[in-house]
């Protein structure tokens, strides 16, 4: 059975920083593209920051230049470095993994909330 296992959320103050994880387990880790999401309310879900196999990262521009994402596939988790929050980064954040062709997928994780204010 895969599950994503997001952790890390909560409220912090404008300019503050969290660390969310992503633990993943019932897929082979690191063949996978690994993702964070965010869906803020009334809103569509929008991708933020993707990290591939091979290590390459994509980020929105929203966020470029204060999240970070990174891997560690001996752990099979993927992490999201914010800082600098903003009011608008506000949302709940979903892990993704995405293989590739031949393997199943994708899969999402339960979300974990995000609030940012003061």
């Known amino acids: 059975q895969v599950q994503l296992v997001e952790s890390g959320g909560g409220l912090v103050q404008p300019g503050g920083s969290l660390r969310l994880s992503c633990a993943a387990s019932?897929?082979?880790?690191?063949?996978?593209?690994m993702g964070w999401y965010r869906q803020a309310p009334g809103k569509q879900r929008v991708l933020v920051a993707t990290?591939?196999?091979?290590?390459?990262?994509n980020y929105a521009e929203s966020v470029k230049g204060r999240f970070t994402i990174s891997r560690d596939n001996a752990k099979n988790t993927v992490y999201l470095q914010m800082n600098s929050l903003k009011p608008e980064d506000t949302a709940v954040y979903y892990c993704?993994?995405?293989?590739?062709?031949?393997?199943?997928?994708?899969?999402w994780g339960q979300g974990t909330q995000v609030t940012v204010s003061s």
């Open positions: 990290v591939t196999s091979g290590g390459s990262t």
């Open positions: 993704n993994a995405d293989g590739p062709p031949i393997a199943p997928g994708p899969y």
């Open positions: 019932g897929i082979i880790f690191s063949i996978y593209r």
